[in-house]
């Protein structure tokens, strides 16, 4: 059965209609991505490898909220799903709200939670791998092409603010 999401204004609200994932998206139409970021107590992040199928790269868990989702739900099912986390929806704040300049509105989420890489379970094909990092080696990372997103300086700025 194909995925389906729900078609959203730009505003991000729902338009009552559904898209069908892997088709093309009307001009004006949008749907929900979330973008999950775990710290812990040290300050560090929990990022995971994608496949090489899925580009091999390093990032922070997310995906695109199915049909009947809202955002936090769709965070939470897309930890779950890619890295066998179980978060606490209380231990949760809504970083930032963003558009890709395409047919994405993003969540960004950050979480506090302490758990062992080893407790983690990988959807075998989408993440080869999971570990915690520091800001500066998510700075290297990003320096040497591993991993990519446009709103770090603001995010390590605002989790610098809350320690």
Wanted: proline fraction near 2%; charged fraction near 25%.
């Amino acid at each position: 059965m194909a995925e389906m999401w729900d078609v959203l204004d730009e505003k991000g609200n729902k338009t009552g209609r559904l898209h069908e994932r892997g088709t093309t998206m009307q001009q004006g139409d949008f749907h929900l991505v979330v973008e999950v970021w775990i710290t812990n107590q040290k300050g560090d992040f929990l990022v995971s490898k994608r496949t090489p199928e899925r580009n091999g790269l390093w990032h922070t868990t997310g995906g695109c909220a199915i049909t009947g989702d809202d955002s936090l739900t769709a965070a939470l099912r897309e930890v779950q799903e890619e890295i066998g986390i179980i978060l606490s929806p209380n231990a949760r704040q809504l970083f930032k709200r963003f558009n890709d300049n395409g047919n994405g509105i993003h969540d960004v989420w950050l979480f506090s939670h302490e758990v062992d890489i080893s407790d983690t379970i990988l959807c075998p094909v989408e993440i080869s791998d999971a570990k915690w990092v520091s800001q500066e080696q998510i700075r290297n990372m990003t320096n040497d092409g591993s991993f990519a997103y446009p709103y770090l300086d603001e995010l390590f700025y605002f989790c610098n603010k809350i320690k």
